[in-house]
């Protein structure tokens, strides 16, 4: 049940791609998901350090608890009064 039905082990392709210098439409290609997935998908997993091509690192780690949490906290909502 993950964001659009990326699952771990994507994203520890696209981690192990994106880290290495691939370029999101050749991640995109290798797993079968849409361009826009991918950019969305690093953008989610991003932490602060850089990784060698200088660019923000993307942890598989870090994007699955992101996702999780958001499933976990879907719906709900502080009632106004």
């Given at each position: 049940?993950?964001?659009?039905?990326?699952?771990?082990?994507?994203?520890?392709?696209?981690?192990?791609?994106?880290?290495?210098?691939?370029?999101?439409?050749?991640?995109?290609?290798?797993?079968?998901?849409?361009?826009?997935?991918?950019?969305?998908?690093?953008?989610?997993?991003?932490?602060?350090?850089?990784?060698?091509?200088c660019?923000?690192?993307?942890?598989?780690?870090?994007?699955?608890?992101?996702?999780?949490?958001?499933?976990?906290?879907?719906?709900?909502?502080?009632?106004?009064?």
């Amino acid at each position: 049940m993950n964001s659009y039905n990326i699952g771990l082990e994507d994203r520890k392709i696209i981690e192990e791609m994106y880290n290495a210098g691939a370029k999101p439409c050749e991640i995109a290609a290798r797993i079968g998901k849409c361009q826009a997935t991918i950019y969305r998908e690093i953008k989610r997993g991003e932490v602060p350090e850089l990784n060698a091509r200088c660019r923000p690192a993307y942890r598989a780690e870090v994007a699955e608890k992101r996702v999780t949490e958001a499933y976990r906290k879907r719906g709900r909502r502080k009632a106004t009064e």
